[in-house]
């Protein structure tokens, strides 16, 4: 009777994991950075700045600003009445005619022109494009005052103004304000990093006693700062669409560690989850994914020796601190990825890399907090009794999500 049990156990998970395959199929994605970019010159009072965004994001305006005839005209509509300029709160004309042109990286570019009336004290830019169309949206944002070095700045929706000395010797930036940008910029960028996020609740489906969390989430830490240092300061440049794939991987492997840790039939594991591997590592290079070769043969020979290493809970608590170090370096390339866009301001490389390392943590810490916080309630409610069965779901759609999200990435699917 216990084996009859275990086994449809078994069998009903297996169908609960399929059918959430199938369901998140449906067009779901992950880590799908809404951002935008602007180059701005100033001087003697006329200012001209380079807007540049992609297409895509482009057609999520027309629920703000209605219809255009195309996306050149919807973008030229919808910059004109969300970019403003000010210098002593004087407002600087915009031209009337806006040029907007398809790059060869399919964005649109946008030329803007503003003409002031006075060009020395503070300038103050205003920029509320696409916050009401993706309240995630980032704007970067980079600055030359005469003929000064470029200073950059970062817009969200949070943050919509910046303002500028156009005195001599007066229009840098502060190490304090950048620093500042980037700690919002890192705890906004885990927050809607959704991979990463499914990864911080894997870990917790693991253990949930303070000092092992504080030991995995240490290692994670560790991991990424590390690799996010290296990628952003441009010393190792590794593929950034693997990277993502590779994180789906990290989602797919500790979820399911947490689900089939308490089954006793092991080596039924080992063997399948290192076959399934190799079938997709087969099919990679006779399809072409964007994997490669050697990367297959490390995952897989990673993956049949840890299963083998993790039998009990037990193991997986002791291994974990070791195996979010690893995975950590995984996940701080794809942290990385968004300051590879922007690029670090000259002369506050360091001030910027640790204030955006800050904002993860700040980020991370939260989604910890907030997720003992929910295990301590649940401990004191009636529906405590139903916990296991929680946790199997969860671990089950973060499985469904970490499958789906490798797998398509893999093979170039999204």
Not at 111 to 116: A, E, G, I, V, Y
Not at 184 to 196: C, V
Request: charged share 15%.
């Amino acid at each position: 009777m216990l084996f009859m049990a275990r086994s449809s156990m078994n069998k009903l998970k297996f169908a609960i994991t399929f059918f959430v395959l199938i369901f998140s199929s449906f067009g779901l994605k992950a880590h799908q950075i809404s951002q935008s970019f602007s180059n701005w010159t100033v001087e003697e009072g006329n200012i001209t700045a380079v807007f540049s965004v992609t297409s895509r994001q482009v057609t999520l305006l027309p629920v703000l600003d209605g219809y255009s005839n195309n996306l050149n005209e919807q973008l030229t509509e919808h910059l004109k009445k969300n970019i403003r300029v000010f210098i002593n709160d004087k407002n600087c004309i915009l031209d009337s005619d806006i040029p907007t042109k398809l790059s060869s990286d399919s964005s649109l570019k946008s030329l803007l022109k503003f003409n002031c009336l006075e060009d020395k004290g503070i300038m103050r830019i205003e920029n509320s494009s696409f916050f009401s169309a993706s309240a995630g949206h980032i704007h970067f944002a980079r600055i030359r005052i005469d003929s000064n070095d470029w200073q950059e700045t970062i817009f969200t929706s949070t943050q919509q103004e910046a303002k500028f000395s156009l005195l001599s010797g007066k229009n840098q930036r502060g190490s304090l304000e950048i620093f500042l940008d980037y700690i919002k910029l890192g705890f906004e960028h885990i927050l809607s990093g959704y991979d990463h996020l499914a990864f911080l609740i894997a870990l917790l489906l693991v253990t949930i006693r303070p000092r092992k969390i504080l030991l995995t989430i240490t290692g994670f830490t560790v991991g990424h700062s590390i690799t996010l240092a290296l990628a952003a300061l441009g010393l190792i440049q590794p593929s950034t669409i693997a990277i993502e794939a590779l994180i789906g991987f990290t989602i797919l492997l500790v979820a399911g560690e947490s689900l089939i840790l308490e089954d006793k039939d092991q080596n039924s594991f080992s063997v399948g989850s290192t076959g399934l591997l190799i079938i997709l590592a087969v099919l990679s290079v006779i399809l072409g994914g964007i994997i490669s070769p050697l990367t297959w043969l490390g995952l897989i020979i990673f993956m049949y020796s840890y299963s083998r290493l993790v039998r009990t809970r037990g193991d997986a608590e002791y291994y974990n601190p070791g195996l979010t170090l690893i995975f950590g370096l995984i996940h701080g390339f794809g942290f990385a990825s968004v300051l590879l866009d922007l690029g670090l301001p000259k002369d506050k490389t360091v001030t910027a890399l640790l204030g955006f390392n800050l904002g993860v943590e700040f980020g991370q810490i939260l989604v910890v907090l907030l997720a003992i916080v929910f295990l301590y309630m649940l401990g004191k409610s009636s529906l405590v009794k139903y916990k296991d069965y929680l946790f199997n779901i969860v671990a089950i759609v973060l499985i469904a999500l970490g499958t789906f999200w490798f797998i398509g990435r893999a093979f170039g699917l999204q």
